[in-house]
């Protein structure tokens, strides 16, 4: 009996070695493939947007983080941050964010809308209002999205005597990949 068995594991092992390959690793692995240094880079900044146009606030960011530190702090890359920062609700972040990047870049209307969304979303409405101005100008006027956000924040400067049972919920909506306006809830 016992020989049998032993009989019927050799035979097992010697049918397996006639498999193609014989007792030699296949092909396949488990590991994953190695990386290519001379392949194509992919740019970070250009994924964060995407991701941002998706939805994915915490991916973009994370993103926009491999890009500051592939391309360095570039104006661009620092309001790309702030959005993010702002859509994921971190408003103390994205306002010292967008601050550094309108210091750094004074001609982005992209970074001055932010920068105002994230002044009206703290409640200071007249700061909003001139950022939204130089925001505007800078646009030439072409963007609507700025221009509703200049209105609103005029609108409730004007307004200023807001008691509790007329105060109005605003909500954020997000347009483009990194521009922002603000429309009342309803």
């Not at 550094?100 to 007249?126: H, I, Q, T, Y």
């Not at 109005?168 to 009342?184: A, M």
Request: a negative charge.
């Amino acid at each position: 009996m016992r020989l049998g068995r032993l009989w019927a594991a050799l035979m097992c092992i010697g049918l397996a070695a006639c498999g193609p390959g014989g007792f030699s690793a296949s092909g396949d692995t488990v590991f994953a493939p190695s990386v290519d240094p001379r392949g194509d880079q992919v740019d970070q900044l250009l994924v964060g947007h995407r991701l941002m146009a998706a939805g994915e606030y915490e991916l973009a960011l994370s993103s926009f983080k491999l890009a500051a530190a592939d391309q360095g702090l570039t104006p661009e890359v620092v309001t790309s941050l702030g959005s993010a920062n702002l859509a994921l609700g971190r408003l103390g972040q994205a306002e010292q964010l967008l601050r550094r990047a309108v210091k750094d870049d004074a001609d982005s209307p992209e970074g001055w809308n932010n920068l105002g969304v994230v002044l009206m979303e703290r409640g200071k409405s007249a700061e909003a209002a001139q950022v939204f101005r130089r925001a505007f100008a800078l646009d030439n006027g072409e963007s609507v999205a700025i221009r509703d956000n200049l209105r609103l924040a005029l609108a409730k400067i004007e307004n200023s005597q807001y008691g509790a049972e007329t105060e109005q919920e605003y909500k954020l909506v997000r347009r483009g990949s990194s521009d922002f306006l603000i429309r009342p809830a309803q």
